[in-house]
């Protein structure tokens, strides 16, 4: 079976009510490998959950979304120093990352969640620096920073409670794929 396949099963499976535990119990011998399984069914939000974090998930696109304005602004004035046409293309390039993650937000792909956890945690040290150099702009940059770290780690938590702090799937002792719903 193709991901695409599993994951349209998975979802008609879930809106029947089925746990995680029974689907992937049904479904693991026909989708060829148990990790790629598991992972495609953690990174699949229930209904209830969706509905559960909803203000808090379109709080999280609306900081996207502001982060993608900043970024627009910040990218033509830096362009407008180079000259030419330059400030336009800097201005989308710098809001093209924000957009991406809203836009995966907006979709509940777990990916998305955990693509910007892991962005967003090496760029830390870098503006830990920037701080140490000085400058407000630099405190408020890491406080934004830390603050939608903080909320995009509690929204996937709320959506993909089967994801570990490592971004793997959850697993009992004896190494079997454990699921919350």
């Known amino acids: 079976m193709q991901n695409a396949e599993i994951s349209s099963r998975i979802a008609a499976l879930l809106q029947a009510g089925r746990s995680k535990q029974e689907i992937y119990a049904e ?4 989708a060829g490998n148990d990790a790629r399984l598991a992972y495609l069914l953690a990174g699949s939000a229930s209904e209830a959950r969706k509905a559960q974090m909803m ?5 999280l696109i ?3 979304v502001v982060q993608a ?3 627009l602004f ?15 293309w800097l201005a989308l390039f710098y809001a093209l990352v924000p957009v991406a993650f809203a836009a995966g937000f907006s979709r509940y792909l777990a990916a998305a969640f955990n693509v910007y956890l892991l962005y967003t ?10 701080v140490m150099a000085g400058g407000l702009l630099d ?6 920073a ?11 938590r709320g959506l993909f409670p089967d994801f570990t702090v490592t971004l793997q799937v959850r697993r009992d002792a004896s190494g079997n794929y454990i699921f919350a719903d």
């Open 27 to 30: 479904l693991r011998g026909n």
């Open 55 to 59: 203000m808090k998930n379109r709080a």
């Open 62 to 64: 609306l900081v996207m």
């Open 69 to 71: 304005a900043l970024a």
């Open 74 to 88: 910040a990218g033509y004035a830096g362009g407008q120093l180079l000259g030419g046409s330059s400030g336009l």
């Open 121 to 130: 945690l090496i760029r830390l040290p870098q503006l830990l620096e920037q």
């Open 139 to 144: 405190v408020w940059q890491l406080l934004l």
């Open 146 to 156: 830390l603050l939608t770290l903080l909320l995009t780690w509690h929204v996937r």
